[in-house]
C-alpha cells in the first residue's frame, strides 16, 4: 500500500495560494449558480438558518471534496484539483479547526503547553515564540492569565483566546474553519485581526452580526446551497461601528456590575 | 480475504469507526466481516448488527486475551471466509497496552483517541508502535493545538504509518479510512503467519489461577522489581 512521505520534520505549513470550492447543488439536486473562491487573508462569514448547508460546506472543505460528498462540490487547491497522493497527503493537515466544543483537555502550564506545540512544530526558538503567543492570547482574552496557569483552570473565554492565539500564530495548516467563536471574554475583533494578518484561508460560521460584518464577504446559504453572495457595504461598515460600540458599552456595563459600581445613568 | 487487524484502548472509539468504515467499504463493493475478541463481555457486535456488518464475538474468560486472539486466529478467518466477506477485520480490546495483534503480511490499524493524555502514545507500546495506520478518535473535543501535539507524538512513536484523523459519531475520515483498509493485502489464510511483537512470557502460578499473596506461592516464571534505593533506618 501506498506509504505517507510525511515525517515530522516535514510536518511544516503549507502555502496554498487559493482554494476553490466547485458549484454543486442544494438538497433538491438543484445546481448552484457559481464557483466559489477563497483567498489567504481574507475572511469569508457564511450565514443561514440551522441547516441550510453551512455545516456541509465547512465538511467539504475539511474532507477535500472530490464530487463525493452531499453537495456534489470539488476542492480546487491553486486552481487544480489536486490529485491522489496530494489528497492523501493534506488529510488532517490542510485545515485547523476552531469550535464552541472544544475544550484544553491536558494537565500542563498554559505556556509548558505552548512550548511543547512549538517544540512540535520544530520552530527556531520555541521559547520566543511560546511567549508571542501567549502574549497575544492575554491581549484577547477579557480576563488575563499567567503564563503558570493550567490549561484545564482556563475559563472559557481564555481558552478560546489561548486556541486563536495559537492557531493563528503556531498551527501548521494555511486554512481555517470556524464554528461560532462568538463567546464572551473574548474581543472578536482583535482575534479577527490577529487572524487576518496570518494569511491564511478563513471560513466562519456564525450567526454574530458583527462577527459577520467583521467578514469582507458573505455567503448566505438555503437548502444546502449558497444562494447569494454579498461584499461589505459602506453602510454595512458604519453599521459595523455602531455595533462595536454598543457592544464597548455593553461591556463597560458588565464590568462595572461585576466591581459592584455604581451605573452611570444612560447617555 | 482481506486482513485487517485492529488495535487500541478500551472506549476508544475502535468500534464506532470500523462500523462506519465498513459500512463505507460495502458502499464500494467490499463485503467485510468482523470479530471481535474481548475478556468478559461485550455489546459491540450490536452496533456492527445494526450496520448490517457479519459480526461474531469471541470471549477469552480466564485467559489472557492476547494469547486467546493467537490461539484462535486461523479459526476467526475461516469464520470470516465462510461468511463470503473479502474482508475480515480482526477487533481486539487492547488491554494492558503490552500486547499487539498485528501481523506481519496484513494491515494493522491502530484506534487512539485525543482525551487520552499527552504522553499516551509512549505508553501504548507496539500496538502503536508497530501499526500502518493510525486512527486519532475525538479530535473535534479538543483544540486543534493539542492534536497537532498528540499528532506529532505519535509520528514520534511510528515514523512510518499513515496517521488519520476519524471521527466515530459524525463518521468523517471513515471513508478515507475505508480506502485506506480496502488496500490491505489479500491472504489466502493466516497458517504459518507471524505476529509482529512477541506476547509477554507468563507462565506463573498466577497464571494457572493461584489466587493466595506471597512469595511461597509463586512458581515458574517469577520476576521481582526493584523498588528504589535501600532504606538506611538510621543505623
Known amino acids: 500500500m501506498t506509504t505517507e512521505t510525511e515525517t515530522a520534520n516535514t510536518e511544516t505549513a503549507l502555502r496554498l495560494s487559493s482554494l476553490t470550492l466547485t ?48 453537495t456534489g462540490r470539488r476542492m480546487l487547491l491553486n486552481g487544480q484539483s489536486p490529485d491522489d497522493d496530494t489528497r492523501f497527503e493534506l488529510q488532517g493537515r490542510l485545515v485547523a479547526q476552531l469550535t464552541q466544543n472544544m475544550n484544553f483537555v491536558l494537565d500542563m502550564g498554559v505556556m509548558d503547553f505552548l512550548r511543547t506545540h512549538a517544540l512540535s512544530r520544530e520552530v527556531a526558538s520555541p521559547d520566543e515564540t511560546a511567549g508571542r503567543v501567549f502574549a497575544a492570547a492575554n491581549s484577547l482574552a477579557g480576563e488575563p492569565f499567567r503564563p503558570e496557569t493550567q490549561l484545564t483552570q482556563l475559563s472559557g473565554g481564555q481558552s478560546r483566546a489561548l486556541m486563536i492565539a495559537d492557531t493563528a500564530l503556531l498551527s501548521w495548516s494555511p486554512v481555517l474553519l470556524i464554528d461560532e467563536i462568538e463567546n464572551a471574554g473574548v474581543d472578536k475583533r482583535r482575534a479577527l485581526d490577529l487572524l487576518l494578518s496570518t494569511d491564511k484561508i478563513i471560513v466562519m460560521a456564525t450567526h454574530d452580526p458583527i462577527l459577520a460584518l467583521a467578514a469582507g464577504r458573505r455567503l448566505i446559504f438555503e437548502n444546502g446551497a449558497v444562494t447569494k453572495t454579498l461584499r461589505r457595504s459602506p453602510a454595512e461598515t458604519a453599521c459595523l461601528a455602531r455595533l462595536e460600540e454598543m457592544e464597548r458599552r455593553w461591556s463597560e456595563i458588565r464590568t462595572a456590575l461585576r466591581r459592584g459600581e455604581p451605573l452611570p445613568s444612560p447617555a | 480475504m482481506r486482513l485487517v487487524t485492529v488495535a487500541g484502548p478500551p472506549s476508544c472509539g475502535k468500534t464506532s469507526i470500523v462500523a462506519r468504515a465498513c459500512a463505507a467499504l460495502r458502499e464500494n463493493g467490499v463485503t467485510s466481516a468482523v470479530v471481535k475478541f474481548d475478556c468478559l463481555q461485550s455489546r459491540d457486535d450490536e452496533l456492527y448488527a445494526a450496520a448490517g ?14 494469547h486467546f486472539f493467537a490461539t484462535n486466529l486461523e479459526e476467526a478467518f475461516a469464520w470470516a471466509g465462510g461468511t463470503g466477506a473479502e474482508a475480515c477485520v480482526i477487533e481486539t480490546a487492547g488491554l494492558c497496552n503490552r500486547c499487539a ?30 501499526a500502518d495506520v493510525v486512527a486519532v478518535t475525538k479530535g473535534d473535543l479538543v483544540s486543534q493545538a493539542e492534536r497537532e501535539v498528540y499528532r506529532y507524538r505519535i ?33 489466502g489464510g493466516v497458517t504459518e503467519m507471524k505476529l509482529r511483537f512477541a506476547m509477554p512470557a507468563a507462565v506463573c502460578s498466577y497464571c494457572l489461577s493461584e489466587m493466595r499473596i506471597g512469595a511461597r506461592y509463586q512458581k515458574g516464571n517469577v520476576k521481582k522489581a526493584e523498588f528504589g534505593d535501600r532504606h538506611d533506618n538510621g543505623n
Open chain 2, 155 to 187: 509520528r514520534q512513536m511510528n515514523r512510518r504509518a499513515v496517521i488519520r484523523h476519524v471521527n466515530g459519531l459524525t463518521g468523517q475520515g471513515c471513508r478515507d479510512l475505508a480506502a485506506i483498509m480496502a488496500l490491505a493485502p489479500d491472504i
Open chain 1, 23 to 70: 458549484a454543486g447543488r442544494d438538497k433538491c439536486g438543484r445546481p448552484e449558480t457559481g464557483d466559489i473562491h477563497f483567498r489567504p487573508g481574507e475572511i469569508t462569514a457564511l450565514l443561514g438558518p440551522t441547516g441550510s448547508g453551512k455545516s456541509r460546506l465547512l465538511g467539504d472543505i475539511e474532507s477535500l471534496a472530490a464530487g463525493d460528498t452531499p
Open chain 2, 53 to 66: 456488518i457479519p459480526v461474531t464475538v469471541a470471549l477469552s474468560g480466564g485467559l489472557c486475551p492476547d
Open chain 2, 101 to 130: 495483534p498485528h501481523l506481519r503480511g496484513a494491515l494493522a490499524l491502530c484506534v487512539i483517541d485525543n482525551l487520552m493524555g499527552i504522553d499516551a502514545p509512549e505508553k501504548i507500546g507496539p500496538m502503536l508502535r508497530l
